[in-house]
């Protein structure tokens, strides 16, 4: 099991001596410093609004985590949809196109523990970029009061749905060796994942007259990361969401071992 | 030198234990079988030059030895061990130089290096000696902390072998390790696989199609045309006929291609084999497709 160390190190160690890593972490940056500063100013001419028309119950209810920290994870959820792939695309596909692959799979080490050590690699990423988001949420905590269980657990729920897309972009890039299929393969499959499943069975259920209630709606809306996000970020964990996040790392992560497996065959 | 640790293994050639042993190893990639049934073995601390023509099987055979892919048919041992139903084992037993040095660009030899050993469980205590006596042994020390992407071609392939030798496996499998080298570096490598085999007792099997390469460092030789083993001789004895090693190998693979034409036309194939020693029996539809 140590070899997932091995190469989980040696992984970040290339990320991060390419571009591509600085590039990504860059632009997330950027992207959630303005989204952060529109987030704050937003917040404060909301409150100045209320104040002009004396709407003192709405102030009371005013917080900085449902009005401020919430919108803000929210938005950077979408921004990791289209950056995520960019880190991932190459953890499988580089070491096929390199031949390395070759010597990985002559050394004495199991599938998963390449599988598990790229996977790693791709959470040592993610955990950066939640760290990002932290040190602006941190800034709050300098000059307010937020509540910081709740704050901690949109954290948590971001760092959660990132290292599960990480598993989606490991399986993806171990279909191909051919980086741009595996951004796109990534993007699509985290665009269905994230957003697109409920709407489309909103479309089909409407169209076929079927309740939206009905047992397939609500699975599928289970299987979709959006309603796990939304319902954490209010500050609700509940297992079936950790589950949800457990399990869809699990099931992308087998899947990513599966084709290795079989590619030898072909 | 070379004529006395030749001379050497000749005699305990019997005695040593089996390091290699193939037995109808196949493969078919669809209706294209790229191997069909080879057979052979290697003793402890032989040097063994796999040869055959471009496409005749060598990549595919060495994939199989290596366990990178599984056979279709039959099976591989290293050192005693099944590549396929025992492969961890085995696999810790193998040095292996694919086609493609399988490099990380962006690495230094000397983390590349290092990276492998940590693969091949090189235990902690001894990995920076070992890492540093690979890149010695392959004449790397000087460009150790140079990027690879900035190596060239010959200083790759040693990069390479560096990783090849770094666990000090029992058994080296090298696919055309001098490819793409200058004379001199040719020389080098060819007297450091002579070294690695007559004083570190490592077992050697290389693909090649120099011919002098064979001559230079091989005591015996197992020739493959379109799958199939066509030859498996020492060394010794193939010069002890007179001819030329080009005209041996000219010659069986003429001999294995008439048998093949013979079989096609004869359609049951029942007499068709008789001279190419080791020959599959099945006369495969894709034969003129093959090469």
């Keep these: ?266 | 030198m070379t004529q006395n640790s030749q001379q050497g293994a000749e005699a305990a050639d019997t005695s040593a234990p089996i390091a290699i042993e193939v037995e109808g190893l196949a493969k078919r990639y669809g209706d294209f079988e790229a191997v069909r049934g080879i057979s052979f073995q290697v003793r402890a601390g032989e040097v063994v030059g796999f040869l055959g023509p471009n496409g005749a099987g060598k990549t595919t055979t060495m994939r199989m030895l290596t366990g990178f892919i599984p056979p279709s048919d039959g099976v591989a041992r290293i050192a005693g061990h099944d590549t396929f139903s025992d492969s961890i084992a085995a696999r810790r037993a193998i040095g292996y130089l694919p086609e493609t040095p399988p490099l990380y660009p962006e690495m230094t030899p000397r983390s590349y290096v290092d990276f492998v050993a940590k693969l091949k469980d090189v235990p902690r205590g001894r990995r920076s000696a070992a890492v540093d006596r690979a890149l010695e042994l392959c004449g790397l020390t000087d460009v150790r902390h140079r990027e690879i992407r900035q190596l060239s071609k010959g200083y790759r392939q040693r990069v390479g072998l560096a990783q090849a030798i770094v666990h000090e496996p029992a058994v080296l499998v090298l696919d055309e390790p001098t490819v793409g080298l200058d004379p001199i570096q040719i020389r080098e490598i060819r007297a450091l696989i002579r070294d690695l085999a007559a004083t570190g007792g490592q077992t050697v099997i290389l693909s090649t199609h120099i011919l002098a390469e064979v001559d230079a460092i091989c005591q015996r030789v197992v020739l493959i045309d379109r799958g199939r083993k066509v030859l498996d001789q020492s060394l010794a004895e193939l010069k002890a006929g007179g001819a030329s090693l080009e005209e041996v190998f000219a010659r069986a693979i003429a001999v294995d291609e008439a048998a093949v034409s013979f079989q096609a036309a004869g359609a049951d194939g029942t007499t068709g084999t008789a001279g190419a020693p080791g020959a599959d029996t099945a006369p495969g539809a894709g034969n003129g497709a093959a090469e």
């Excluded at chain 1, 970029?129 to 602006?136: L, N």
């Excluded at chain 1, 704050?151 to 741009?180: D, E, I, P």
């Design chain 1, 1 to 266: 099991m140590r070899h997932i160390t091995t190469i989980a190190s040696r992984e970040l160690r290339s990320l991060f001596v390419s571009p591509v890593a600085y590039v990504v972490l860059t632009i997330w940056s950027v992207i959630a410093g303005t989204f952060f500063l529109a987030s704050l100013i937003g917040f404060q001419e909301e409150m100045i609004q209320y104040q002009q028309y004396q709407m003192l119950q709405r102030i009371e209810e005013m917080n900085l985590n449902d009005h401020l920290i919430e919108p803000f994870i929210g938005s950077m959820w979408v921004i990791l949809l289209f950056l995520l792939p960019a880190i991932t695309m190459g953890l499988i596909s580089t070491e096929k196109a390199n031949g390395t692959d070759e010597l990985l799979l002559t050394s004495p080490i199991s599938i998963w523990e390449i599988v598990l050590g790229k996977f790693f690699a791709g959470v040592g990423f993610v955990t950066v970029m939640t760290a990002i988001v932290g040190f602006f949420l941190g800034i709050l905590f300098v000059y307010g009061e937020p509540e910081l269980g709740k704050t901690l657990t949109g954290l948590a729920c971001l760092l959660l749905v990132s290292v599960t897309y990480v598993a989606v972009g490991v399986f993806a890039s171990s279909v191909t060796r051919n980086q741009l299929i595996a951004f796109i393969l990534t993007f699509v499959l985290l665009l269905l994942l994230g957003m697109m499943l409920p709407f489309m069975v909103q479309i089909t259920m409407s169209g076929s007259g079927m309740g939206q209630d009905s047992g397939l709606a609500s699975a599928v809306t289970w299987m979709s990361t959006g309603s796990h996000v939304d319902h954490m970020l209010q500050g609700l964990v509940d297992t079936s969401d950790l589950a949800y996040f457990a399990i869809a790392s699990a099931v992308f992560l087998l899947l990513s071992k599966t084709v290795i497996e079989s590619a030898r065959w072909r």
